[in-house]
């Protein structure tokens, strides 16, 4: 059974920083593509970012680029998104997705999503 787990979200001022993790079982981790994908109150899902099997290879969405790193650990079967710079508008739900390039998976390889809020 696939299972994404993400941790590390919480709620932060502008400007700070936040490390989310995927804990992910159930399949062979270092054959997937992975993704990061978010969604704010009110609004679609939104790509955040991806990275090859790895982890040589990353792209982001132009919202985020040069703020936040999108990383992974295969021996420990781990994603991982350090966010900083933090905007109000980076605020949502973030999803760990097996997955994608570009573009959010299907919702069904989507976890069950941390959330991050960004106040002052």
């Known amino acids: 059974q696939v299972q994404l787990e993400e941790s590390g979200g919480g709620s932060v001022q502008p400007g700070g920083s936040l490390r989310l993790s995927c804990a992910a079982s159930?399949?062979?981790?270092?054959?997937?593509?992975m993704s990061w994908v978010r969604q704010a109150p009110g609004k679609g899902p939104e790509w955040v970012s991806s990275?090859?099997?790895?982890?040589?290879?990353?792209i982001y969405t132009d919202a985020v680029k040069g703020r936040f790193t999108i990383s992974r650990d295969n021996a420990k079967k781990t994603l991982y998104l350090q966010m900083s710079g933090l905007k109000p508008d980076d605020a949502g739900v973030y999803y760990c997705?097996?997955?994608?390039?570009?573009?959010?998976?299907?919702?069904?390889?989507w976890g069950q999503g941390t959330q991050v809020t960004v106040s002052s």
């Open positions: 990275i090859d099997f790895s982890g040589a290879n990353t």
């Open positions: 997705a097996r997955g994608g390039w570009g573009s959010a998976p299907h919702r069904a390889d």
């Open positions: 159930g399949f062979s981790f270092s054959t997937y593509l």
